[in-house]
């Protein structure tokens, strides 16, 4: 079992920056894909970010590209979001994810996605 736990959430003025965490702990085997989500109420989860462990290109939603930057420090198992340029469209509940085992440089279908953190608030207001 696995647990993903995210930090860094808050209030941002429009143009800021944020920084999300994701610690993971527990078993974790070698390959897996990290992902970052996004929720709203009354809408669909959109997955925003994702990163393969074995190295490979990072995914983005077309809406972040350019501004948001998702890495990881696999020594600290901790994944991170960098949020740039911040705008009121961004406010949601931020989540990451967990798919493992996963063995391709792609992102997921929904079902492969096991683990998921409880959720960090981030509103640009």
């Known amino acids: 079992h696995v647990q993903l736990v995210e930090s860094g959430g808050g209030l941002v003025q429009p143009g800021g920056s944020l920084r999300l965490s994701c610690l993971a702990s527990?078993?974790?085997?070698?390959?897996?894909?990290m992902g970052w989500f996004r929720q709203v109420p009354g809408k669909e989860r959109e997955g925003v970010a994702g990163?393969?462990?074995?190295?490979?290109?990072?995914y983005y939603v077309d809406s972040v590209k350019g501004r948001f930057t998702i890495s990881q420090d696999i020594d600290k198992n901790t994944l991170y979001l960098q949020m740039d340029s911040l705008s009121t469209e961004d406010s949601a509940m931020y989540y990451c994810?967990?798919?493992?085992?996963?063995?391709?440089?792609?992102?997921?279908?929904?079902?492969?996605?096991?683990?998921w953190g409880q959720g960090t608030q981030v509103t640009v207001s």
């Open positions: 527990g078993w974790i085997t070698k390959y897996y894909y």
């Open positions: 990163i393969y462990t074995e190295g490979g290109t990072p």
């Open positions: 994810a967990m798919a493992i085992p996963w063995y391709a440089d792609e992102w997921p279908q929904e079902q492969n996605w096991v683990y």
